[in-house]
């Protein structure tokens, strides 16, 4: 059981550019979000998915983009890469409201990509 | 909307004593879950303990502890015996309980242990 995986954990991208970061789980979860962190701001949601096909848009959701076509994986697209882009991005999941048990309720978190934009 | 509040960006403590961080919160909603995250240099995100909102017990998790006073929408959390590696940034989070897994977090508090 890996958790949440996430894929790069450092990449640096020039103004501009494009790129996918990977979230993937093995926990069957429903639920699954993107945050960013950026100093002093504490963690931002930027989309959510409450199953595949589903979307929604967080807090911070301008110049991201996302999809959700298996349980299991849910990417973040950056469209055309900014330097306010630079940010440590997170994945996380959990289970559903209706699945879930109350008492031991929590969201997985992804080990963090390290994104820079120059 | 919720808000989250840590008025300590800094925090020291020495090795074995106690340290207590500070979190208020802002929600109309009866029915939630509080929690404390451990940020290590790793980045990695850990839940250190977790309190629901209808429960009157303040949860305790070894060394960990909370003070949560529902009515002032205030959740500390009480770490004793302070240890090296408790050395951390820490994020106080809300998350309501119905039909809502959205996380709000605080801006954190970076906790530093003195040898």
């Known amino acids: 059981n890996a958790g949440v995986t996430q894929t790069p954990k450092f990449q640096v991208l020039k103004t501009g550019q494009s790129m996918t970061l990977q979230c993937a789980q093995d926990m069957n979860h429903e639920y699954m979000s993107w945050y960013r962190q950026d100093p002093g701001m504490g963690l931002r949601l930027i989309h959510y998915?409450?199953?595949?096909?589903?979307?929604d848009q967080g807090e911070v959701p301008n110049g991201y983009n996302v999809s959700r076509s298996t349980t299991e994986d849910f990417p973040l697209r950056l469209l055309s890469a900014a330097p306010s882009q630079t940010s440590v991005y997170f994945c996380?999941?959990?289970?559903?409201?209706?699945?879930?048990?109350?008492?031991?309720?929590?969201?997985?978190f992804g080990p963090g990509t390290r994104l820079t934009v120059t | 909307a919720q808000t989250v509040t840590q008025s300590q960006p800094e925090m020291s403590v020495q090795e074995a004593e106690t340290v207590t961080l500070s979190c208020t919160y802002d929600t109309s909603e009866s029915d939630y879950y509080l929690f404390w995250y451990k940020q290590p240099p790793s980045r990695q995100m850990i839940l250190v303990i977790r309190q629901e909102a209808y429960k009157q017990q303040n949860a305790t998790e070894n060394r960990f502890s909370v003070n949560f006073q529902k009515a002032a929408k205030s959740f500390s959390l009480k770490i004793s015996d302070s240890q090296l590696g408790d050395a951390a940034m820490y994020f106080c989070a809300y998350n309501p309980n119905f039909g809502n897994e959205k996380l709000t977090f605080g801006t954190g508090t970076r906790l530093t242990i003195i040898p």
């Open positions: 996380a999941s959990t289970q559903s409201l209706l699945s879930r048990d109350k008492d031991s309720y929590e969201q997985y």
């Open positions: 998915s409450v199953g595949a096909g589903i979307t």
